[in-house]
């Protein structure tokens, strides 16, 4: 469960209310807030304590991530000649501190570590909005306008990606996460055209190290089609699609991740259990099902109510604690 | 084209910097700023200037609607003892000043005028979490948890939505828009239990009205067949669903409206006027398309690049100024 962490008081306790980035930077605490949720809840994989803009702010982009807000970029994207800050990604060097985390974090699980990237165009929506946006209207502003600028600039984000994510399993761990948060403001004709080549560059880029690929946006029903096309192995889907539908938009072969609706875990203990239970029974099908939220995990949950559902998890999924993560 | 008034210069002259409330008080200022974006752009309908919170402060509820926030709720609803705070609305005393303007407007118009209301759910959203939200987290706990009492507001809510748009259309409204700007947030099966009877109350209640029911929300695409059975002529569609898809799932017998991206009309006027007739071109079917944008007009587009979207809607449609709202 993405953000797990977040509403632990053992969690708020060790991050204080310092930046984010700077407890990202700090491989053994970073490795400790990876670890607590697992301790906590027993859950079957654990997923590295970070944040997607992490390799911009490693290439030297100015980004800061505002409580309440999200990442802001100090200064946004507009023409040809910011290109040129996107340099190549040399993940031993700046991303040293991350994957320091994954090999800590590795020695210490007996369950499977889920390393992650932001998509291209969830990144690019980043550097050129300047920050987090409600309409995108920068972004679908320079997609269509300027085609050609928009694919330079995902297509290094793609390389970005990638190296972080290679880095990431070389490091130790077990299964990568792409996430595109915000391709659900797409259209399918424009995520097929804008979004699609990008992505699959990043996940196909990955197929030789043999590590379950999972992709995953929020709002994405018109999209599963495409994003499984993109080369997952694992596609992520938010409470809004049933899975069993998701499945036939998804096509046979992919396994489906999610998708109990996070703010349905602010409800009581007793509806909290149905829900679950209600999208395990609806999860059924090959190759396969990884239970989680359909979105992060809001601040305000109860960790009491979390641990009802990973119980509820293992109770009808004994099987599940095995260790294998896309099975 | 809603909210198309706060792209142009005129509105901004006229509204100046005050507060929504008060210009939405005020009928024969709120009647020219109806007015405006007909004028310049000579669209077939005209959309009342007003706001989906309009009957709430008009019933005594702490409403205030901050710029770039959203609508903010002085007490937000908690418990059962603020049921008595939902009082009914009698439109030609609580709405006066709304009626006029529909009044004015009707007699200086040679289109239809389209009335509208806040759907239930959306408006118990802003209830509950007292303003904008991102997760909708207590109205899921709220309508989750304690779902006798979420019955209750929807049902008020209904009768407030239904008073509201019949005293619009008695005062000359040609069709109605039932808003449910933030229905996209559930799942269908919540929006079949929680949401769809309170907003076929409103629905089924304007039938013997005989005009034209919209009915709309973002990101709905999962819902578009029980937005459909909730009694709408006409089912709006944001721009993540095209067309000819939403036609299948809305069913026969009902008319679309939509969905160009409004952020596309950031974009080059080349490239907008090419993705309007796509959007013209998926439209095809009976009984029927209104040509619109998928959300409401950004506020940093350009009146000239609307103008041609206009423009291109009456080249391939040239039949659409006839003055019917459904056909």
Redesign the interface.
């Known amino acids: 469960m993405r953000q797990a962490g977040r509403s632990l008081p053992e969690y708020r306790d060790l991050r204080g209310d310092g930046d984010i980035l700077d407890a990202i930077a700090e491989p053994e605490l970073a490795a400790e807030l990876t670890l607590q949720p697992v301790r906590r809840y027993g859950v079957d994989a654990a997923i590295l304590f970070s944040d997607i803009v992490v390799p911009l702010a490693a290439i030297g982009l100015g980004v800061e991530i505002v409580a309440g807000r999200g990442p802001v970029i100090d200064r946004p994207f507009r023409a040809h000649e910011d290109l040129a800050r996107l340099r190549p990604l040399e993940p031993e060097v700046d991303l040293a501190h991350v994957l320091e985390t994954v090999r800590i974090v590795v020695g210490e699980l007996d369950v499977p570590l889920i390393g992650f990237a932001g998509a291209p165009f969830t990144l690019a929506s980043y550097l050129i909005e300047g920050g987090p946006s409600r309409?995108?209207?920068?972004?679908?502003?320079l997609?269509?306008?300027e085609p050609e600028l928009w694919h330079q600039i995902v297509d290094r984000l793609a390389d970005i990606a990638l190296a972080t994510l290679r880095a990431q399993v070389n490091a130790g761990a077990s299964a990568i996460q792409l996430f595109d948060s915000w391709a659900?403001?797409?259209?399918?004709?424009?995520y097929a055209t804008f979004a699609l080549p990008a992505s699959r560059k990043v996940l196909e880029g990955m197929g030789d190290l043999g590590v379950p690929r999972i992709h995953f946006g929020v709002?994405t029903?018109?999209l599963l089609g495409l994003m499984s096309e993109a080369g997952a192995d694992v596609v992520g889907v938010d409470?809004?699609?049933?899975l069993s539908?998701a499945r036939r938009r998804i096509g046979a072969g992919k396994a489906v991740q999610g998708n109990l609706?996070?703010?349905?875990c602010?409800?009581?203990v007793d509806?909290v259990i149905k829900?679950t239970t209600?999208v395990l029974l609806d999860a059924g099908g090959e190759p396969g099902h990884i239970f989680n939220l359909g979105h992060g995990v809001?601040p305000?949950t109860d960790p009491g109510v979390l641990a009802q559902v990973v119980e509820t998890v293992h109770y009808w999924q004994p099987g599940a604690s095995s260790g294998e993560v896309a099975e």
Chains 1, 2 share one sequence.
């Open positions: 309409t995108f209207g920068r972004t679908k502003a997609m269509h306008g659900g403001t797409l259209s399918a004709a424009d709002g029903g018109e409470w809004r699609v049933p539908v609706d996070p703010a349905v602010l409800a009581p509806i829900e209600k809001l305000e």
